[in-house]
Structures are given as structure tokens and as C-alpha cells.
DNA sequence: GGTTTTCTTAAATATTTCTTAAGATAAATT
DNA sequence: AATTTATCTTAAGAAATATTTAAGAAAACC
């Protein structure tokens, strides 16, 4: 399995290296943006990890670049910690998975190996939490196998909550998520769409209040 | 049943022919569109499978040339999630069916079972969804069996639902379809359309809106 | 060239979704 | 227990989006 690692951090990109060739990946380590599209020209792997915080160029730029250029190949992003608000973006901007650092090789690994999956034909695009699962590509979402019907900012919220369950996501976060770069929410919007989210899932537990912080998506029991 | 492989990536390739040799496809694999053109020509294949994104020549041009040569066997085309728009101008050039990645083998293999069935003899080109059908060769509309008369716009419409059914067409997907390369819609066109199409199909809800995305056609209960 | 059909545009209407605000409820603090 | 603070709930008005209608422009047909 053909694997590109576009990594500028030297201790992070050895370790990924390393683990992910003892897992029967042949990877190849790239550590700047440039590099990275001129790889990616090239045409022949099978599954990207692109890290965001790149030296040269941004990794968004990056990401659409080598899309528009027609390589269809599952991407893995790599954020940092702060930066989940931009996933949704990403998703939207072609990535097929992303993982925040720090991360665990293992999990690497198993998400690389269900994207490649996913590619081959097996598996739909479905993200499955507990009993709720989303489906990037259609924008369906799913509690216990039946559909529910999302409004844009509800699919969007609930979205952000599968991608990273049990994450707990800061209120700002996710302001900065539903609102639009012009209009700023001063009100309680946020709790408002919760709810009425909450409502459509009709269990109210699933989505867990962390007071003072926000919220987070429980899938375990 | 003899089948030709195109397709340049391994992973997705190796899927789909250990999927299709399990069911009793005879499966040729090549990588590359000048492989393709040469074992066109010896026509000894039921069916072909033929990725668009290869990486030495175009594969609409590798249609094109085989359809030019007399090559008449059933090919269904693999296209990239976004280059849906595309597809009506794939079946002009040649192409009798297609799918975009990622897929499901075994529709994929149902897909090849009907291009043969209509190959034979035994059942016209015709494509339902629920109550709805359509004949791709004669361009005719069915509801309940019964013919509607739509407009070019109004088929081409319809075609990229009942081809898709159940996936949700995002908005300028649609209008890239229905408006010529020259002429770009900057008016609510493509509601009007919809609008005429729903008249048309009797039944509203089949074509369900998703507020802020597109629309899509709703095929089971 | 004239007729008919289809397509686009635009404005009026309808619907859904979003935001706001205010009172109710629950948790933390004193 | 009372007070403060944060979140939940509800409902209504505002904003965004979609539908419908109709008329003129463009294309197709004869």
C-alpha cells in the first residue's frame, strides 16, 4: 500500500513513518507543501496524510489544489488541537478523515485502512456514533438505522459532534462554526439549535452539557 | 461472461476484480488507456468497465476511439465523486451506464448483469426508480407506466436523478448540467425546472428538496 | 419567415430556518 | 436557603431560501 506523508515536523514524521511501515504501508515522507503537489502529480498512492501546518504553504491550498487537479486518492488530515473549527471546511475542501494531534499510530492505522476500504467500494461514506451516524456525501444522518430530517445548522453541529465524539467542544468553537464570517451570534442561538437537535435525536442524553465549557457527544454507554 | 478491466489504481482494481471473479465474471485487468485501446481490438469481451481518470490518455478520447473502431459492447464508466456533470455527455461519446466512485460492488455488478440482459435482447434501456423510468436509448419518461412528454431540459433533469437515485444533487452540480459551457444561469432557472418536472411526474414529493444543498429523488417509501 | 415550444428572467408568494428575547429550570456559590 | 449564574425551553419576528406564476427571449420546428 502506496502511503504520502506530508509532515514538516521531524520527531512526528519519524514516528509515523516508522509505525505506519511496521503496519505494511510503504511510505513516502515529503516535508513541504511544494514537494507534496509535485508527489501528488505523480499519481501513484493509494492514501495521502497531510499535515495542516505546513511551512511553505497552507494546507488548504494544498488540499484544493491537487483535487482540482482531478487525484482522487482518500486524504487524512492532520490538525492541531485548535483548529477544529476549520474541519468542517476541510471536509468541504476534500479531505476524507482528519485526526488531531497528538494522535495514536493504532487509530492512524485503522482510520487509514477504513478509508481505503471505504475507496474500494465496500463501505459507503457513513460515520457511525452509538446509535446516530452521519453520511458526509449525501448529508443524511441517521439515529438507531432511521433518517432524520436536519436543518443545514443542525446537520452541521451534529457533524462537527460525530466527527469527534466524546470530544468536548468549546462553546466559542462552535459559534465560530455555525456562524457566517459576517454576522456574529450575540444571543443564544447555539443553545437553540442544540435543543431542537436534541430533539430530532430524541434522546437528550446523547448530547452531554459540559457546563461553563460546552458540549460533547456520548456514543458509549 | 469476459469482462476488461480498465482502471490504473491498484487498490480500487484489485477490489473489483476479486469482487466481480466471485461472481462469475471472467475479469481482464489493464492499467493503462493504450492497454485498453489494443485489447478493445481484439473484441473477444461482453462488457468493459472503463475508469475516466487514467493517467496517460483521457478516457473520454479512449471511448470515443473504440466506439469510432466498431467496438459495440456494453462499457460502464467510472467517474470521480465530482465530475457528475460530465455524465450526460459520457453517454453521448458512448458510454451506456456509470458509477461514481466510491461504489458498491455488488450494485456495480447488477449494473453489468442489466447492461448484458438489455444487450441480449431480452429488456430495453430502461431505468426505474419507484414509480418513475426512464429509456436512456429513446429518451422516453415513464410514471406508472405511463409516458410523460418532458423537454430536452426537463429528461436531462430527470435522467441525472433516476441514474443517482436517493443521493442529493447539490445545486450547482445541477445547473453546471443544465446550462451550456457558453451560457452561465444566474436566475432561478433550475427552480423553475424542478418545478416543471415535479408538474409533470404527478407526484411532489419524489423530488425531495434539501434546503441549502439541492435536491434528490426519493425512490422508496 | 412564421409558428410553436422551450428556456430564462423576474417578481410575488410561500415556506423553512435562524435569531432573538424572555421566562423557566437547573446547577453552583454564598 | 437564598442568590447568582448558566443553560433550557418556548414562541414570535426576521432572514434566508424555495415555489409559483407569468411574460418576454431564444431556440426549434415546419
Keep these: 500500500m502506496q502511503l ?4 514538516d515536523n521531524q520527531t512526528l514524521g519519524q514516528a509515523v513513518e516508522i509505525g505506519l511501515s511496521q503496519r ?3 511510505v513516502t515522507w515529503v516535508r513541504t507543501g511544494a514537494a507534496a503537489i509535485s508527489n501528488f502529480n505523480r499519481q501513484e498512492y ?4 497531510l499535515d495542516l501546518g505546513l511551512p511553505d504553504i497552507d494546507g488548504e491550498r494544498v488540499l484544493q489544489s ?3 487537479k482531478g487525484v482522487d486518492i482518500p486524504i487524512l488530515v492532520l490538525t492541531a488541537r485548535d483548529q477544529t473549527s476549520d474541519v468542517i471546511h476541510l471536509l468541504d475542501a476534500g479531505a476524507d478523515d482528519f485526526m488531531t494531534k497528538p494522535f495514536d499510530v493504532n487509530e492512524l492505522a485503522a482510520r487509514l485502512r477504513a478509508l481505503l476500504r471505504r475507496r474500494s467500494g465496500y463501505a459507503s461514506a457513513k ?10 456525501s449525501s448529508r443524511e444522518a441517521f439515529v438507531n438505522g432511521r433518517e432524520i430530517t436536519l436543518s443545514r445548522k443542525e446537520y452541521e453541529l451534529l457533524q462537527l459532534f460525530v466527527m469527534q465524539p466524546m470530544k468536548v467542544h468549546p462553546r466559542d468553537k462552535i459559534e465560530a462554526l455555525l456562524s457566517s464570517d459576517t454576522h456574529v451570534v450575540e444571543s443564544n442561538a447555539l443553545e437553540v439549535h442544540v435543543h431542537n437537535l436534541r430533539k430530532k435525536l430524541g434522546q437528550r442524553e446523547l448530547i452531554e452539557t459540559i457546563r461553563g465549557v460546552g458540549y460533547r457527544l456520548r456514543c458509549k454507554d
Design 4 to 7: 504520502l506523508l506530508v509532515e
Design 24 to 26: 505494511q504501508f510503504m
Design 46 to 49: 493509494d492514501v495521502a496524510i
Design 66 to 68: 491537487i483535487r482540482k
Design 127 to 136: 460515520i457511525e456514533c452509538g446509535p446516530v451516524a452521519i453520511d458526509t
